[in-house]
């Protein structure tokens, strides 16, 4: 019966996303305990905050460096249907900061911390004074779990490079951070 719940929930999952969640479905039935308990990694890696913007700049930063298309198509997806400015993710994807508004913030802010790069602080500061704390937060969260997904993916079997997210009609090439 979980099974069964468990995947019905995955179905609608992939048919809300445009996503292929094959590899839970085969978590699914090994072991329905693992999947409910990756279910619970939602809880964290969608904490969203006041602002949308951060969030998403923060879960497409870490997702990007955890370096799965499928997932990073996913977040970028989920994050457009959330009301983010498709232009803004761009700009993320093709690293135009300047043009990426609160988007870029938070995308930088998340390699920041990823990296352990002395900019962070700055950039935690400058989330705190435009949206408060709870968008710092968010940020830190999305930062830290948006990584997690590729990760086990790929330990899964299911891994895939990310070479281009699409929006809307066009697809753009990431670029990726240079050390």
Request: with cysteine.
């Amino acid at each position: 019966m979980i099974k069964a719940l468990l995947h019905r929930m995955l179905r609608k999952f992939e048919s809300d996303f445009d996503y292929d969640a094959s590899y839970m479905h085969e978590v699914t039935d090994a072991w329905p305990g693992g999947s409910l308990r990756y279910l619970g990694l939602s809880i964290f890696s969608q904490t969203r905050g006041p602002e949308a913007e951060i969030w998403a700049g923060a879960v497409i930063a870490s997702t990007l460096e955890g370096d799965c298309g499928p997932c990073a198509q996913l977040v970028v997806n989920m994050a457009v249907k959330a009301g983010v400015d498709p232009d803004q993710i761009a700009a993320c994807l093709r690293r135009d900061f300047e043009r990426a508004g609160a988007v870029g913030l938070a995308f930088r802010f998340a390699e920041a911390a990823i990296h352990d790069r002395p900019e962070v602080d700055t950039l935690r500061v400058a989330i705190f004074h435009a949206y408060g704390q709870k968008a710092v937060i968010a940020a830190s969260y999305a930062a830290a779990s948006g990584r997690v997904y590729p990760v086990l993916k790929r330990g899964l079997g299911h891994g895939q490079a990310c070479q281009q997210i699409r929006l809307g009609d066009t697809d753009h090439t990431v670029v990726r951070l240079t050390a």
